[in-house]
């Protein structure tokens, strides 16, 4: 139990374009899901926090205009980067709890983004 | 701020031999405790969470938690070449969405 996965797994875009992550959880609903980014051999850095159903609250730094995320139902949220640019390049990793699972967050496999 | 302190290693241990992962947290009402690993490339995956003081064991792993000093451990028995990883320390933040604060981790290296 306590599946996400994410999709896709990799994606390389040219700068100015954007691109959608999807998080899904598989065998539970979701009702709170995490975004984070992770540059190599660092370590995570939480970017939002979103509620099924509610605006997400991004961490200080973050900007909501460039990262829109979207968490519209139990089992699904999605992270858009808009005009995307090299320095976006990065790992882009989501995790799930909800119900039946306590505070623990199960992560999806990663996304990893390269911006041209 | 609230922390996570983690020795960013990397902690080379012997095949066979206990590793031994720390972890200090800076918020003493800290409730919930989590490690994780992580392979190179891989988003990170659950191996313990502990909520008690005292040690909690499942399998190889021992996760132990002392409150009082604010200290959580991992340990790791009869090391094997695929438990070599980075292994992420997180605490749960009171009063939050549910948010983790994540310790840098620490890059575990098992010698066969």
């Known amino acids: 139990g306590a599946v996400v996965s994410q999709h896709p797994s990799r994606v390389i875009c040219k700068s100015g374009t954007s691109v959608k992550i999807e998080c899904r959880s598989l065998d539970f609903q979701a009702t709170t899901m995490f975004w984070y980014r992770q540059f190599p051999k660092k370590s995570l850095m939480l970017m939002a926090t979103?509620?099924?159903?509610?605006?997400?609250?991004?961490e200080q730094g973050v900007e909501k205009d460039k990262f829109l995320i979207n968490h519209a139902s139990l089992t699904l949220s999605t992270l858009t980067v808009t005009s995307a640019h090299p320095e976006d390049s990065s790992f882009y990793i989501c995790?799930?709890?909800?119900?039946?699972?306590?505070?623990?967050?199960?992560f999806g496999p990663g996304t990893r983004l390269l911006v041209l | 701020q609230k922390e996570v302190e983690q020795n960013s290693g990397p902690l080379s241990v012997p095949e066979g031999a206990i590793a031994s992962l720390n972890c200090t947290y800076s918020?003493?009402?800290?409730?919930?405790f989590f490690w994780y690993r992580q392979y190179s490339g891989k988003s990170p995956e659950l191996i313990m969470s502990i909520y008690s003081n005292g040690d909690k064991e499942d399998g190889r792993f021992t996760a132990q938690l002392n409150k009082a000093s604010q200290y959580v451990s991992l340990l790791i028995r009869d090391s094997q070449p695929s438990d070599s990883a980075t292994y992420l320390c997180a605490v749960r933040v009171m009063d939050s969405n549910y948010q983790l604060i994540w310790g840098a981790g620490t890059k575990l290296i098992i010698k066969p």
């Open positions: 995790s799930a709890r909800g119900l039946g699972q306590g505070e623990t967050q199960y």
């Open positions: 979103s509620n099924e159903g509610s605006k997400a609250t991004y």
């Open positions: 918020d003493r009402v800290s409730q919930s």
